[in-house]
């Protein structure tokens, strides 16, 4: 492995005039409105950032959406926060409403295709006087360059050999699939240098056996003219992957990036740009998700062998964005009372095209296709600004990824979800697996101490499956010990089974933590629970996760 290459902002290399990234460190304010123009948005239009222009009222109301010369309007029609994806109207309000009475705030918009705004855009919300009087909040989007350009150009090309009956090239893929995760701890100059670095390595590596163009946030197209002998591209898409593994130096550090690389050959007699490069990916895709060398070649096999995943990871990728994921709550119950303590936040996913997904499945495709992250602060947010606007003392609990729990960066989205919807964060618990700790103890223990040092509590999740040592449990700022649901399944059964967990019980309690019995489902179990002094309990002898309604009723009942 060579010495880490150095990064810098200097790098004359161009990504292929595809989008900077990641624009979401990226803001500026509209400090004022004057003659209909946001002094933000000149910054940004200097920049040679495109902007837009979002005005609401403090109901919501839209007033104004444009481009970086806005024009003030009557108002839209009120409904239109309705169209947003599930949970994002209820988050944008109380994110207008922070803006209305702190000033300013940073949030994040999702808005469905056809709203004039792309699907994903970064907001600044700031609190201004339009001309008339009204007090609005104005929410200036910032949004990158749409990759697509790189990507139809890249087809086109492929399309025009193809037109020409050339079948003597190949098309490849270099994915890097936990690209965000790693560089959203650095800044926007700092990034955008990294994934300059992996151009270089790229185009160095290959030199004029391919051309590269950048087709999304953390995706490389190559077109390699001499590709009919896939054994030898094989080899070359090896040496690629390795030289991409190798450390990258960036502000004193090294940082290395995961990569997958795939290709297909056009010999295989494609007639179409777009399933070739599908085949690519799919390639790529399978090198990723099978942990090979790192590098694959399409074959029809490979598509039979990963359809389901394939199928999944392909929906998955903008699930989020088409409102298809929803949240349930699971009550979590004072044993003694039965009356609701809390409620863990669950992901949901129906697929138009699959179905209903289980979690089970599409999180540990997530996991490794490094898309988690977005995931969990999606739930993070949309289950807070709920339970922000529900009456009551309860805690909320949220899961957070293994791929996720060593990452410092944790710390400041949780930070900035807490500042965003307003829920208290004494009331917000973050459970984490045994797992998860088991990846990195020592980055695991600090994202941890992060965590507790903001006023949030912490839970470890379904313990007794993982490699937890009471070393550990002693070290860590936990606050709950969550008792996985195999070892509550056989209590009121079997006498060995009781003990073990009333020893666990006995020594969580010890050192300070509430415990939590997972999957009870008989009244036996609970009473077994009660006696051993458990202080809580979930599962479907008291409830189903809920609908957030059923659950809003749910404490209405308790009252």
Known sequence: ??????????????????????????????????????????????????????????????????????????????????????????????????????????????????HGLPVRTNVRITALDAPDGVQVACLMALHDVSSDAGRDRFLDSVQDLLAEAQSAFAVGVVDLPEFRRVVSGLGTADADALLRGVLARITTTLGARASVQRIGPSEFALLIPQGDDEELVQAWMEDLHDELRSPYRVKGRDVTLRNAVGFASAKRGYLEAATLLSDAETAALHANIRDTSGSAVFRTAIRDEDRRVIEVASALRSAVQRGEMHLVYQPILALDTQRVAGFEALVRWTSPSLGVVGPDEFIPIAEKLGWVGELDTWVMRNACSWAAGVAGAFSLSVNVSARWSDDMTLIDRVAETLRETLFPVERLRVEITETALARDAVASRRVLRGLHDLGVSLAMDDFGTGYSSLRALAELPLDVLKIDRTFIDPIDRDARACDIVSAVVAMGQSLGMSIVAEGVETEGQRERLTSMGCDLGQGYLFERPLSGADAQRRLLADR
């Open 1 to 114: 492995m060579r010495a880490p290459s150095p990064v810098g902002a200097s790098s004359p290399i161009d990504p292929g005039g595809a989008e900077t990234y990641p624009r979401e460190s990226v803001t500026h304010e509209a400090h004022d409105m004057e003659d209909g123009e946001a002094s933000g948005t000149k910054q940004v239009a200097q920049a040679g950032l495109p902007a837009a222009i979002v005005v609401v009222d403090e109901g919501g109301a839209l007033l104004f959406s444009g481009g970086t010369e806005p024009v003030w309007a009557g108002a839209a029609p009120a409904g239109w926060l309705d169209g947003l994806p599930a949970g994002e109207a209820d988050r944008v309000r109380a994110s207008v409403a922070t803006a209305l009475r702190d000033g300013a705030m940073s949030a994040r918009l999702l808005l469905p295709r056809g």
